[in-house]
């Protein structure tokens, strides 16, 4: 699974360390698994000659041919619908849907086909398939652009649902998920797309269903995920500043889901703020609050606070920085968590 | 790419081979099927015959949860096993249960979904049929998926998909039929045509010239075939077979048939349709005529008739001996089909049900 199985040519990507954003580090991802595996193909809506609308599969078309890499009529209950008979049938699919809302249409084949198929056939058929989704917010996109529609995933049993907060987790857990032998869910934090960084290709980096701590500290914890890890990390540093040491959680997977790592993650500073863009009601975040609340409860010193998106649509380009958790809204939930009472 | 309308349209009446009262049709536009296919129909169809009446003798007792009976409409489920090789997959609906069997799977597993012990009880891939589906039109994407990845391998392989007529009102009937004509993909989409979805008429589905019109749009030639008549429909089937096969992609065939039963044995179809409409039906029932012809063609003698009733009556005891068996799983298997691994989550939450269960048995 390390970058050595490539047999890309272009020597700067051969492997080692590289500076990528999170889209190139998904076309890798991609080109190294269609080469490493013949029975990868990707197909979707502008992913052949354009290489997506985000240009995650820009070159898959030109280096692997149009039977690998492919445009589809423009619908997504037949992307998915197709992507599950290819995989019952020796495939192993990874399909794009271009936008969070433009998936919509395919949520019956999600729901009630690919999450049932191994449960329905007691284990008969697997559908080890891909199903990538560029979502939230942070772009300016116009309306049914920018959904956080993580929690529709996370709440059908089935379904894998990962999303990466960086260049190199984007790698390794894309490469994961395609040689996962279950159907997994692909969020991918679109305004990360272009954010570069440096690389380590050749890393071991723990697999779909460990999160990571990404910034130790002492005084409370922040569970995050995808395009929030970031604000988290910014967070933290102000935190810092003022003398509050924040340690952050990026759960990487929200299903499977990494109780372990989460929480003694808060066992060890008694106090925790979820940090999520999407809608709080019975979203990801309630989630997480309600299961670190019953394993932890002993060792909290306030109650779990969350930063999340209110209970509104996604608003208008103009106005979604009010919707979106920013370091304010974090730094003001950690204030929160009674620190006169300790 | 343009298509030449006059291929895509069906033909102005169904293709009809042999009619009801069991004459050959003087001018058919197709060939008769050879006599040994007609005799291996005729047995299918008793067999799917007694299957249906089975079935709904032991749903009537309790023994099955429930059963959508496709007694009158046998012919279509007959030829479609009939027309498939073993390269070949299946996709049927509910109702299309004497298709599973007449494929190949056992009536024991076939009939595990109706005893309410597991959504579906055979192995898709031993048979080469999808398990039955129960959401209208979704398999048929499942099917162009099949045939695509077939394709691609060089396989031989054509994906027979069968859907009713309230299916084709569903988006995914429409995108399948586009995705395979596209993708040129190896696909015989079977419409049967029973005249109701559940207790909406076909004039409130569709107010199309006939459901094989539905193809035009999408490029895909379309046929319309008496589908009480197995001799026709083994003729239309299997040509679409034959050309799917030879790479000339995806067809559309509306078999006309009629739903003689409620729509399971919880309906009650007198609140939507009337006694004198299923009398006329049952004129064109698929068994009798195809016993008429056989028999003044002497194909068919009384001990040949008893010969295949006997397979029938023994199918139908080994209906009533292994439906009367609890086949309910283990209750842990609730947890070991949901991922590859069961989820450190799903593994406490079994170990809740096992505890659960525990503590029953002690009290």
């Known amino acids: 699974m390390t970058s050595t199985q490539t047999t890309s040519t272009r020597p700067a990507e051969s492997g080692g360390h590289v500076k990528l954003t999170m889209a190139q580090a998904l076309n890798r991802a991609l080109r190294e698994s269609m080469a490493a595996d013949d029975s990868v193909v990707v197909f979707g809506e502008d992913v052949g000659a354009l290489g997506g609308v985000f240009r995650i599969t820009d070159g898959l078309t030109a280096e692997f041919g149009d039977t690998r890499c492919f445009d589809t009529p423009l619908a997504e209950s037949g992307i998915v619908g197709m992507a599950i008979g290819m995989a019952m049938n020796g495939m192993r699919p990874v399909v794009e849907m271009q936008f969070d809302a433009f998936a919509y249409p395919a949520f019956e084949q999600i729901t009630s086909h690919v999450a049932k198929m191994r449960n329905r056939t007691r284990g008969k058929v697997s559908l080890p398939m891909v199903i990538r989704i560029p979502y939230a917010g942070g772009i300016g996109g116009v309306e049914h652009h920018c959904d956080s529609s993580e929690a529709y995933y996370a709440h059908t049993p089935g379904l894998h649902v990962v999303t990466p907060s960086n260049a190199a987790d984007a790698h390794r857990l894309l490469r994961a998920a395609i040689a996962s032998p279950d159907p997994v869910v692909f969020m991918e934090p679109k305004k990360l797309y272009w954010t570069k960084e440096e690389v380590d290709l050749g890393a071991e980096l723990p697999g779909i269903g460990r999160a990571m701590i990404r910034r130790e500290g002492t005084d409370a914890t922040l569970i995050a995920y995808g395009p929030s890890v970031p604000v988290a990390l910014e967070a933290a540093e102000v935190a810092a500043q003022e003398g509050r040491s924040l340690q952050v959680v990026d759960l990487r997977s929200i299903v499977p889901f990494d109780d372990e790592t989460v929480c003694a993650a808060v066992r060890s500073t008694g106090r925790a703020v979820v940090v999520a863009e999407a809608p709080g009601f019975a979203s990801v975040a309630s989630e997480i609050v309600a299961r670190v609340t019953e394993r932890c409860f002993h060792s909290l010193a306030a109650p779990v606070r969350r930063a999340v998106g209110f209970d509104i649509p996604f608003p208008a380009p103009k106005l979604e920085h009010l919707q979106l958790p920013g370091v304010d809204r974090v730094l003001d939930a950690v204030d929160d968590l009674q620190w006169d009472l300790s | ?363």
């Not at chain 2, 099917?143 to 009102?169: F, Q």
């Open chain 2, 1 to 363: 790419m343009t298509r030449d309308l006059d291929l895509l349209l069906p033909s102005p009446h169904p293709v009809e081979l042999i009619d009801p009262t069991g004459q050959t049709v003087a001018e058919a536009t197709r060939d008769l099927p050879d006599d040994a296919a007609l005799l291996r129909a005729f047995a299918g169809l008793t067999t799917a015959r007694r299957i249906n009446d089975q079935a709904s003798a032991l749903a009537r007792q309790g023994r099955l949860a429930v059963y959508p009976s496709s007694h009158g409409q046998e012919a279509c489920q007959v030829a479609a096993a009939q027309v498939l090789t073993d390269d070949d997959w299946l996709f049927p609906t509910y109702r299309d249960t004497a298709a599973v069997v007449l494929r190949g799977v056992d009536v024991a597993e076939a009939f595990l979904p109706l005893q309410g012990a597991w959504h579906s009880g055979y192995d898709p891939h031993e048979h080469k049929t999808a398990p039955q589906a129960t959401p209208l039109a979704t398999q048929l994407l499942h099917a162009v998926g099949v045939a695509h990845a077939a394709r691609l391998r060089g396989e031989p392989t054509v994906a027979l998909a069968l859907c009713g007529d309230g299916a084709t009102s569903e988006g995914d009937f429409h995108e399948a039929l586009n995705f395979a004509a596209v993708f040129r993909a190896p696909v015989v989409f079977l419409v049967q045509n029973n005249q109701y979805a559940i207790s909406v008429p076909l004039a409130r589905q569709s107010v199309a010239p006939s459901l094989a019109h539905k193809g035009i749009g999408y490029g895909v030639p379309g046929e319309r075939v008496d589908g009480n008549d197995v001799a026709a429909l083994l003729a239309v089937l299997g040509a679409a077979m034959t050309r799917a096969r030879a790479g000339e992609g995806p067809q559309l065939v509306e078999a006309h048939t009629y739903r003689m039963q409620p729509h399971t044995n919880a309906d009650d179809s007198r609140r939507y349709r009337q006694d004198d409409e299923v009398a006329g039906w049952a004129q064109r029932d698929p068994l009798a005529r195809l016993e008429t012809w056989l028999r003044q063609h002497d194909l068919l003698d009384d001990a040949g008739l008893a010969a295949v009733t006997a397979d029938a009556d023994q199918l139908a005891a080994r209906m009533r001996t292994e439906l009367s068996r609890d086949a309910t799983p283990e209750p842990a298997e609730l947890f070991a089909h949901v991922y590859a691994t069961p989820t450190p989550q799903l593994v406490e939450q079994a170990a809740v049900v096992a505890d659960e269960l525990s503590r029953e048995d002690a009290r």
